[in-house]
């Protein structure tokens, strides 16, 4: 029963476009969300994260959006750069403890 | 400053024996927490600790598998009676004081266990 799911394993852009990383949840008792980005033979270093009392939060480049009501988030990169070719997790924090569920990752491969 | 190391970086056991992974966390950070990445998975969630609390072990999938962490620092995964089924990568990861508003967890490089 996988409570976080990223139904895209891949994903490819062109450089300086958009990329559009999604993840849906099934639980509601979620209270916060992180994307994770991890290159090859390295652990994976956190992007950005949102409270669920937050419905966007921004950081330079990247714009995590969160819909309670669809239990859906996304990550934006824009413009998106060769160095963000990666896999994206997402992470939900259970509320309450501080126990995470992560996706199955989204592989992002920006071509030049 | 120094972030998450394991050890060792990659260990190839025979089925049935058994083996100890390592982490050091941060310094500092009272938070550590086990994942595993299965080949083409998603990172499974298997124990957490908190300070002197007692360790949250409701991802862990058998009792051949268990974890220590001694003075709230140094954590050592132990996988008994290894099977072809734990080949994964073990990553661990460390975090600050819960309640800072600080979610963020600090990974290692993980250790890539392979069972033959």
């Known amino acids: 029963d996988q409570q976080v799911k990223q139904n895209s394993p891949s994903l490819s852009v062109q450089e300086g476009r958009i990329s559009i990383l999604n993840c849906d949840y099934t639980n509601s008792m979620f209270d916060y969300f992180l994307w994770y980005k991890k290159y090859p033979a390295e652990g994976p270093t956190f992007l950005i994260s949102i409270s669920s009392i937050k419905d966007k939060n921004e950081d330079g480049r990247f714009t995590v959006f969160l819909n309670k009501s669809a239990k859906h988030l996304s990550l934006h990169i824009v413009p998106s750069q060769p160095g963000d070719s990666a896999v994206y997790f997402c992470a939900a924090k259970v509320s309450g403890t501080y126990k995470y569920i992560f996706g199955t990752g989204t592989r992002l491969k920006v071509l030049a | 400053g120094a972030g998450v190391s394991q050890s060792p970086s990659n260990k190839v056991t025979e089925k049935g024996k058994d083996v100890e992974l390592r982490c050091d966390p941060i310094?500092?950070?009272?938070?550590l927490y086990w994942y595993r990445q299965s080949l083409g998975q998603g990172l499974e969630f298997l124990i957490y600790?908190?300070?002197?609390?007692?360790?949250?072990k409701s991802g862990l999938p058998s009792d051949r598998f268990s974890a220590e962490r001694t003075g709230g620092s140094v954590s050592t995964l132990t996988i008994q009676r290894t099977q072809q089924e734990d080949s994964a990568v073990y990553l661990c990861?460390?975090?600050?004081?819960?309640?800072?508003?600080?979610?963020?967890?600090?990974f290692g490089p993980g250790t890539r266990l392979t069972v033959t």
């Open positions: 310094s500092g950070h009272t938070a």
């Open positions: 600790f908190q300070g002197n609390s007692a360790p949250d």
């Open positions: 990861a460390s975090s600050p004081q819960p309640g800072t508003g600080n979610y963020e967890q600090y």
